[in-house]
């Protein structure tokens, strides 16, 4: 490394002024430094400083924010001292931000591959001649399939975690010295973020590359970094190695974080930190994390700590952290299981009959080829013969890489997509006395009453949330119209379901765009919850969320499933969250269901070889614990005309049999079932031996 930083930043403070004049503080007196080739981690909450403190390494600040104190430098150059034009110069070549929501960063009426070019006549000395091309292997490194399609695509036509990828692909363009990570595998399924996390941990090793990642993600953060700073409240709380801050946290609030995550080796649900975050300028004069820590005495509320340095080589912002052992008998995870009791003597809600579901239909040209030729248009099904039968309060997670068809089966539930084959049986019932009724396919042939029962919360709240309706507004629409609420009782029902999401009464005049990612998310989450639904579909509802809101929101999840009997089918790309809040769950791979079983036997005895793919890519928040990857680096558009639909890319390919005919179902132990050809006795010793 350098001796002189790359980054250096010191005694930064930044804040706004409030309608009194008051300056309130978002950062304060931070210290990063970030040499070539080093990578360093930002953790914490939604609202800790992570995301400006990253923006303000580029002399960037979101409106309404001043710097208050310090200095940002970037090489020589002192940030915000930067003419426009010289800020120019340095932003997207030597310094290369990749943001949270992709969508920022893509123009929506340019194709990708334009985007991407203009990336390269600004930041490379790449002759023209050669832009294609180069995009092309950009778009190969990023594991966007058909990149000769991609590159002639527009935004709109591409999934999220497809543009993400793109994104990544553009501040890759100008071969940065250092790059800027705002979350940038958000919504990204297992297989590739690992890849992509590979990517960059290449590139760095390479080139030099310097990076700063922000991420709820401690397992990524975990793979990437080098070092570690916790946030809270606008100023580092701790910092240390990798190994140091999420092995052995010595700070309270970090050992907080490390147990809200969801472990794959855990089969209870995590335990949330209690409380919320001060709001900026609330931080109080002593330490901000007191109201919430299990070590907090007199003196933490009167003196601010210092940011102590440990004979480790650690900084820690905490009085008592010499007593940290005391956490582990204050901390402990939640002794209440996820999974629900019993559920063999509950009666259906939903049946999914050979469902079958394909985005692209045949036009008119298609009728008239096959008049004229004979040459009948063959359309492969997105999503193929799904059978499942969901009882109700159970939950039913989904799991898969993206175009699995995931997203696809809720949003057809949704009566967002019509099935172009199969059955949907749905029981509005609470008894089990009624009989099921085929639920019409479109929600506007939908009756109030289904409306309200079923409910989506979409990946993206931009999505579903009016911008311009007040959070009051929005969720006024379902308590007025299906429980006739206004007045008092409308406030106070309004407050006591943000309450619930973690949020308070002081969001409701608040317009989304106001709002972080994270905190649109537990809005949409609040509006499907306030119609008080029998099912609710979630399609990665907690992939936005901080690991503390995460776990609220699992607990909230699993609280109305045995209160009310809610059902839930939950979608996520997060394996260990599947497994913490789901009784059975739906392997998906190409839009077939491969395996399906109780959550306990498809984790510990993954029979099939796609499933054993998913769970080996699975991080770790250790960075001793490194991804399994074993299957080909592969992203594929469709499914194959016959056979397997995971031929091309299984580690235990038999042969001919995999690529000529589609396997059968497998009865296991405890209604666990696998679709492969190898015989399920000679697969839990195979993946055993692995």
Partial sequence: ??????????????????????????????????????????????????????????????????????????????????????????????????????????TPTSKIGTQLSEALKLHSSLDATHHKQRVIELLTQVRLPDPEAIFERYPHELSGGQQQRAAIAMALAGEPEALLLDEPTTGLDVTTQAHILELLRELAADTGMAMVYVSHDLGAIARVCDRVMVM????????????????????????????????????????????RPPVPGDAGAG????????????????????????????????????????????????????????????FPILTLGGLSIRYQQKGLLDDLSARLFGAEKILIPTVDDIYLEIRRGETVGLVGESGSGKSTILKSLAGLLSPAAGQVLFDLGS????????????????????????????????????????????LAQPLTLYFGLTGDALYERSVSILERVRLGAHYLNRLPSQLSGGEKQRVAIARAFAAEPDLILCDEVTSALDVSVQAAVLALLNELKHEKGTTYIFVSHDLAVVKALSDRVAVLYQGRMCELGPSDAVYSYPSHPYTEVLLGAVLEPDPDSAPKLVADDIVELSPPAKGCAFQRRCPRRLGTICDEMVPEWQQGAGQHMIRCHIPLKELITLQKDA
């Fill in 1 to 106: 490394m350098m001796d002189k930083p790359l980054i250096n930043i010191k005694n930064l403070s930044v804040g706004f002024r409030s309608l009194s004049g008051k300056i309130m503080p978002v950062l304060r007196n931070v210290d990063l430094s970030v040499h070539c080739g080093e990578s360093i981690g930002l953790v914490g909450e939604s609202g800790s400083g992570k995301s400006t403190l990253a923006l303000a390494a580029m002399g960037y600040l979101k409106r309404g924010l001043q710097v208050i104190d310090g200095v940002v430098q970037f090489e020589d150059h002192s940030m915000f001292t930067l003419t426009r034009t010289d800020l120019e110069g340095v932003r997207g070549g030597k310094l290369a931000l990749i943001p949270q929501n992709s969508g920022q960063s893509l």
């Fill in 232 to 275: 809270y409240a606008g100023e580092i709380v701790l910092e240390g190695t990798t190994s140091q801050v999420l092995k052995t946290p010595i700070h309270p609030y970090a050992h907080g974080l490390l147990a809200s995550i969801p472990k794959l080796s855990d089969a209870h649900l995590p335990q949330a930190l209690d409380g």
């Fill in 287 to 346: 330490c901000a994390f007191a109201d919430r820590c299990a070590l907090v005495s007199n003196v933490c509320r009167k003196e601010r700590p210092v940011l102590h340095r440990t004979p480790n080589g650690e900084h820690v912002r905490c009085h008592h952290f010499t007593d940290i052992d005391k956490m582990n008998s204050t901390a402990a995870r939640s002794a209440v299981l996820a999974q629900t009791d019993n559920l063999s003597k509950a």
């Fill in 431 to 474: 008894t089990g006395q009624s009989a099921p009724v085929q639920l019409p396919s479109v929600v506007e042939a939908r009756g109030h009453d289904h409306l309200r029962a079923i409910q989506l919360i979409f990946q993206n709240p931009d999505d579903s949330l009016n911008p311009r309706h007040t959070i009051a507004e929005i």
